[in-house]
Protein backbone atom coordinates (compact mmCIF):
# COMPACT_ATOMS: atom_id res chain seq x y z
CA UNK A 1 0.00 0.00 0.00
CA UNK A 2 1.56 2.80 -1.18
CA UNK A 3 2.61 6.11 1.66
CA UNK A 4 0.04 8.48 -0.02
CA UNK A 5 -2.72 7.98 -1.97
CA UNK A 6 -4.62 10.64 -4.38
CA UNK A 7 -7.81 9.87 -6.72
CA UNK A 8 -6.53 9.78 -10.34
CA UNK A 9 -8.75 12.42 -11.20
CA UNK A 10 -11.83 15.38 -10.02
CA UNK A 11 -13.69 17.23 -12.10
CA UNK A 12 -15.45 20.10 -11.51
CA UNK A 13 -17.56 22.92 -12.73
CA UNK A 14 -16.37 26.74 -12.99
CA UNK A 15 -17.32 28.89 -10.08
CA UNK A 16 -17.50 25.85 -7.65
CA UNK A 17 -15.13 24.36 -5.32
CA UNK A 18 -13.03 21.02 -5.49
CA UNK A 19 -11.70 18.96 -2.55
CA UNK A 20 -8.22 16.82 -3.46
CA UNK A 21 -7.85 14.03 -0.72
CA UNK A 22 -4.20 12.67 0.14
CA UNK A 23 -4.81 9.29 2.53
CA UNK A 24 -2.12 7.97 4.30
CA UNK A 25 -1.72 4.86 4.78
CA UNK A 26 -2.88 3.07 8.20
CA UNK A 27 -0.28 3.34 10.83
CA UNK A 28 1.09 6.35 9.58
CA UNK A 29 -0.91 9.14 11.43
CA UNK A 30 -1.64 12.16 9.82
CA UNK A 31 -1.62 14.54 12.27
CA UNK A 32 1.57 13.87 12.46
CA UNK A 33 2.71 15.12 9.56
CA UNK A 34 2.73 18.51 7.44
CA UNK A 35 0.97 18.04 4.01
CA UNK A 36 2.54 19.90 1.40
CA UNK A 37 0.47 20.52 -2.30
CA UNK A 38 1.66 21.14 -5.41
CA UNK A 39 0.46 22.19 -8.61
CA UNK A 40 1.66 21.21 -12.07
CA UNK A 41 -0.02 22.32 -15.42
CA UNK A 42 0.57 20.52 -18.51
CA UNK A 43 4.29 21.26 -19.91
CA UNK A 44 5.34 23.19 -17.18
CA UNK A 45 7.25 22.63 -13.95
CA UNK A 46 5.90 21.70 -10.30
CA UNK A 47 4.36 25.06 -8.20
CA UNK A 48 4.56 24.73 -4.15
CA UNK A 49 1.13 26.08 -3.20
CA UNK A 50 0.78 25.31 0.18
CA UNK A 51 1.41 23.34 3.55
CA UNK A 52 -0.58 22.57 6.53
CA UNK A 53 -0.45 20.73 9.47
CA UNK A 54 -2.77 22.23 11.80
CA UNK A 55 -4.63 25.82 11.51
CA UNK A 56 -1.79 27.52 14.09
CA UNK A 57 0.98 25.75 11.40
CA UNK A 58 0.23 26.00 8.01
CA UNK A 59 1.66 28.62 4.78
CA UNK A 60 0.29 30.02 1.82
CA UNK A 61 2.87 29.56 -0.93
CA UNK A 62 4.36 33.22 -2.52
CA UNK A 63 1.10 34.58 -4.93
CA UNK A 64 -1.25 31.64 -4.42
CA UNK A 65 -4.43 32.72 -4.14
CA UNK A 66 -6.63 32.30 -0.66
CA UNK A 67 -9.18 30.48 -2.59
CA UNK A 68 -6.36 27.63 -2.09
CA UNK A 69 -6.23 26.09 1.34
CA UNK A 70 -5.49 23.27 3.09
CA UNK A 71 -6.65 20.81 6.01
CA UNK A 72 -6.80 17.65 6.84
CA UNK A 73 -9.64 14.51 8.20
CA UNK A 74 -8.42 13.03 10.69
CA UNK A 75 -11.19 10.31 10.59
CA UNK A 76 -10.34 9.56 7.24
CA UNK A 77 -6.42 9.90 7.62
CA UNK A 78 -6.47 12.57 5.21
CA UNK A 79 -4.84 15.87 3.90
CA UNK A 80 -7.00 17.95 1.93
CA UNK A 81 -6.57 20.96 -0.71
CA UNK A 82 -9.38 22.84 -1.30
CA UNK A 83 -9.94 25.23 -4.05
CA UNK A 84 -13.25 27.61 -4.13
CA UNK A 85 -14.26 29.74 -7.08
CA UNK A 86 -12.87 27.48 -9.71
CA UNK A 87 -11.19 28.82 -12.82
CA UNK A 88 -10.04 27.39 -16.15
CA UNK A 89 -6.74 28.13 -15.26
CA UNK A 90 -6.98 25.43 -12.40
CA UNK A 91 -6.90 22.28 -14.66
CA UNK A 92 -3.45 20.64 -13.65
CA UNK A 93 -2.37 17.82 -11.94
CA UNK A 94 -2.06 18.29 -8.20
CA UNK A 95 0.04 16.45 -5.61
CA UNK A 96 0.33 15.43 -1.77
CA UNK A 97 3.57 15.19 -0.39
CA UNK A 98 5.29 14.52 3.22
CA UNK A 99 8.54 14.44 4.75
CA UNK A 100 8.23 10.85 5.56
CA UNK A 101 11.67 8.54 7.26
CA UNK A 102 14.01 10.52 5.51
CA UNK A 103 12.43 11.13 2.36
CA UNK A 104 10.62 13.22 -0.02
CA UNK A 105 6.65 11.10 -0.49
CA UNK A 106 4.94 12.43 -2.89
CA UNK A 107 1.60 11.22 -3.88
CA UNK A 108 0.79 9.64 -7.71
CA UNK A 109 -0.99 12.76 -8.27
CA UNK A 110 -5.16 14.29 -8.83
CA UNK A 111 -5.66 15.51 -12.46
CA UNK A 112 -8.45 18.24 -11.51
CA UNK A 113 -10.60 18.63 -14.72
CA UNK A 114 -12.82 21.99 -14.94
CA UNK A 115 -15.66 21.79 -17.24
CA UNK B 1 15.42 36.43 -9.14
CA UNK B 2 16.14 31.93 -7.70
CA UNK B 3 17.12 30.40 -10.68
CA UNK B 4 17.93 26.76 -11.07
CA UNK B 5 19.18 25.31 -14.19
CA UNK B 6 19.77 21.75 -15.04
CA UNK B 7 22.04 20.18 -17.50
CA UNK B 8 23.96 16.90 -18.62
CA UNK B 9 20.38 15.14 -19.80
CA UNK B 10 20.92 12.83 -22.80
CA UNK B 11 20.11 9.57 -24.31
CA UNK B 12 21.98 6.48 -22.80
CA UNK B 13 21.92 3.17 -23.07
CA UNK B 14 20.84 0.70 -20.19
CA UNK B 15 24.01 0.20 -17.50
CA UNK B 16 25.63 3.46 -18.85
CA UNK B 17 26.42 6.50 -16.34
CA UNK B 18 25.18 10.09 -16.95
CA UNK B 19 26.39 13.29 -14.59
CA UNK B 20 23.23 15.81 -14.25
CA UNK B 21 24.26 19.52 -13.02
CA UNK B 22 21.84 22.06 -11.49
CA UNK B 23 23.33 25.71 -11.46
CA UNK B 24 21.72 28.03 -8.96
CA UNK B 25 21.69 31.78 -8.75
CA UNK B 26 19.97 34.62 -7.53
CA UNK B 27 20.01 32.92 -3.61
CA UNK B 28 23.04 31.97 -1.27
CA UNK B 29 23.08 28.41 -2.14
CA UNK B 30 25.20 27.44 0.69
CA UNK B 31 22.12 27.91 2.87
CA UNK B 32 19.86 25.43 1.61
CA UNK B 33 19.26 21.75 1.81
CA UNK B 34 18.60 20.75 -2.49
CA UNK B 35 17.11 17.90 -3.81
CA UNK B 36 16.63 15.82 -7.03
CA UNK B 37 12.63 14.43 -8.23
CA UNK B 38 12.09 12.86 -11.33
CA UNK B 39 8.91 12.59 -13.72
CA UNK B 40 8.74 9.33 -16.05
CA UNK B 41 6.82 10.50 -18.94
CA UNK B 42 2.77 10.89 -18.53
CA UNK B 43 3.64 9.89 -14.62
CA UNK B 44 3.58 11.49 -11.16
CA UNK B 45 6.64 13.02 -9.45
CA UNK B 46 9.26 10.81 -7.58
CA UNK B 47 11.70 11.64 -5.28
CA UNK B 48 15.45 10.87 -6.21
CA UNK B 49 17.55 12.30 -3.83
CA UNK B 50 17.69 15.20 -0.91
CA UNK B 51 21.52 16.80 0.17
CA UNK B 52 21.91 19.21 3.24
CA UNK B 53 22.91 22.56 3.15
CA UNK B 54 26.87 21.77 4.06
CA UNK B 55 26.77 18.34 1.94
CA UNK B 56 26.92 16.04 4.97
CA UNK B 57 23.67 14.39 5.12
CA UNK B 58 22.37 12.91 2.34
CA UNK B 59 19.33 10.70 1.29
CA UNK B 60 18.20 8.47 -1.87
CA UNK B 61 15.25 6.69 -2.69
CA UNK B 62 15.37 2.96 -2.83
CA UNK B 63 14.86 2.81 -6.51
CA UNK B 64 17.99 4.74 -6.65
CA UNK B 65 20.00 3.69 -3.73
CA UNK B 66 23.79 2.53 -4.40
CA UNK B 67 23.45 3.41 -8.27
CA UNK B 68 22.74 7.89 -7.95
CA UNK B 69 25.25 9.83 -5.82
CA UNK B 70 24.25 13.23 -5.37
CA UNK B 71 26.65 15.60 -4.32
CA UNK B 72 26.98 19.70 -4.34
CA UNK B 73 29.77 22.36 -5.21
CA UNK B 74 28.87 25.46 -2.79
CA UNK B 75 31.87 27.64 -4.29
CA UNK B 76 30.23 26.98 -8.08
CA UNK B 77 26.78 26.99 -6.83
CA UNK B 78 26.44 23.58 -8.66
CA UNK B 79 24.32 20.56 -7.86
CA UNK B 80 24.45 17.23 -9.53
CA UNK B 81 23.59 13.75 -9.38
CA UNK B 82 26.02 10.78 -10.91
CA UNK B 83 23.87 8.44 -12.13
CA UNK B 84 24.96 4.93 -12.62
CA UNK B 85 24.07 1.60 -14.03
CA UNK B 86 21.28 3.38 -15.64
CA UNK B 87 17.25 1.12 -16.67
CA UNK B 88 14.99 1.81 -18.80
CA UNK B 89 12.79 3.17 -15.71
CA UNK B 90 15.20 5.83 -15.19
CA UNK B 91 14.07 7.58 -17.80
CA UNK B 92 12.53 10.59 -17.11
CA UNK B 93 12.78 14.51 -16.74
CA UNK B 94 14.61 15.10 -13.71
CA UNK B 95 14.69 18.41 -11.81
CA UNK B 96 16.57 20.23 -8.86
CA UNK B 97 14.44 21.39 -6.19
CA UNK B 98 15.56 23.95 -3.43
CA UNK B 99 13.75 22.86 -0.22
CA UNK B 100 12.96 25.73 2.65
CA UNK B 101 11.50 22.72 3.72
CA UNK B 102 9.07 22.92 1.26
CA UNK B 103 10.08 22.23 -2.38
CA UNK B 104 10.15 25.85 -3.46
CA UNK B 105 12.07 26.54 -6.26
CA UNK B 106 12.14 23.90 -9.12
CA UNK B 107 14.35 24.02 -12.19
CA UNK B 108 12.67 23.48 -15.75
CA UNK B 109 14.27 19.80 -15.73
CA UNK B 110 16.20 17.81 -17.87
CA UNK B 111 15.54 14.43 -19.86
CA UNK B 112 17.52 11.76 -19.38
CA UNK B 113 16.09 8.84 -21.59
CA UNK B 114 17.55 5.18 -21.13
CA UNK B 115 17.27 3.02 -24.57
CA UNK B 116 19.36 0.92 -26.40
Known amino acids: QPVLTQPTSLSASPGASARFTCTLRSGINVGTYRIYWYQQKPGSLPRYLLKYKSDSDKQQGSGVPSRFSGSKDASTNAGLLLISGLQSEDEADYYC?????????FGGGTKLTVL | EVQLVESGGGLVQPGGSLRLSCAASGFTFSSYEMNWVRQAPGKGLEWVSYISSGGSTIYYADSVKGRFTISRDNAKNSLYLQMNSLRAEDTAVYYCARETPQLDYWGQGTLVTVSS
Open chain 1, 97 to 105: AIWYSSTWV
